[in-house]
């Protein structure tokens, strides 16, 4: 539990899935979501989650449309923000298209690590073999990138221990608490309560409801002492009916989180949170005084 008062925001800001036709605001190119990510961390976003999308909108993972989206971020001279990639962009894709991007490029500093298989609703199983995951962790730990072990349904808690005791994931681990998920666990105040109870004691924590179930989540990590996800990977809609943007989800992420008597965690507190060594000179930002 996050006995502090700091409180992480991550914007997960399009996924690999949802349609621009949705909702017109989710970013699709390297310019639209490195555009994106700025204003979540203008808006308080520590750190951002990206997924990308080929020419044709559908989610992939070639190596080549991160770097330019991580190299068009960091262009933002100002800005400090977490980037965290995710390994599960394109279900074409094969294992070793899931891992080029993280064996291979400079700036990334988290990455998904979805810790089990299940039944993905309706669509096909969500596949993470051991021998992937045993791989992929060995890859995040060598190269220094922060696993975000991504858990859909109890069960995974124990594969994520595993690597642990095997010595490819290494301690802290930080979870992601993914809830909702047609075919995963139930997004509940019960579920992440017990989610919540399961995890070492230094263990960090954050935590997402899918759809109309992003609010009730976001409060009850709150309440629990853990961090927040919020963004349109997750949740289209502002309010009933009412599109969202990406920034005005973390706005109002941050609006709660101060509401509640915490403070928006800066990514300098979130790396130090997270264990994370500090932003390198190399990368060009600079946070600037008050943000």
Partial sequence: MNTGNDVIISA???????????NEHIPLTPQEIAADAYRCWQQGAAVVHLHM???????????????????LLRDYQDCDVIINCTTSGDSRASDEDRMAHVSALDGIEMASWDAGSFNWMPGG????????????????????????????????????SYFVEQGKLRAPLHYQFCLGVPGGMPATVENLLYLSQQIPANATWSAFGIGKHHLPML?????????????????VYFSKGVKATNAQLVERAAQAIRLFGKQVATPAVARNILGLPPLPVSHKARAYAGH
């Fill in 219 to 235: 409060y009850t990590a709150l309440a629990l002492g853990g961090h927040i996800r919020v963004g349109l990977e997750d949740n």
């Fill in 125 to 160: 199983v969500f596949i993470n073999s051991p021998q992937f995951l045993g791989r992929l962790a060995e890859i995040l730990t060598a190269r220094g990138i922060k696993p975000e072990v991504e858990i859909f349904d109890s069960g995974m808690l124990g594969v994520a």
């Fill in 12 to 22: 997960a800001l399009t996924g690999a899935v949802t349609p621009k036709d949705i």
């Fill in 53 to 71: 999308r080929d020419k044709q909108g559908l989610g992939t993972m070639d190596r080549a449309r991160f770097d330019e989206t991580i190299r």
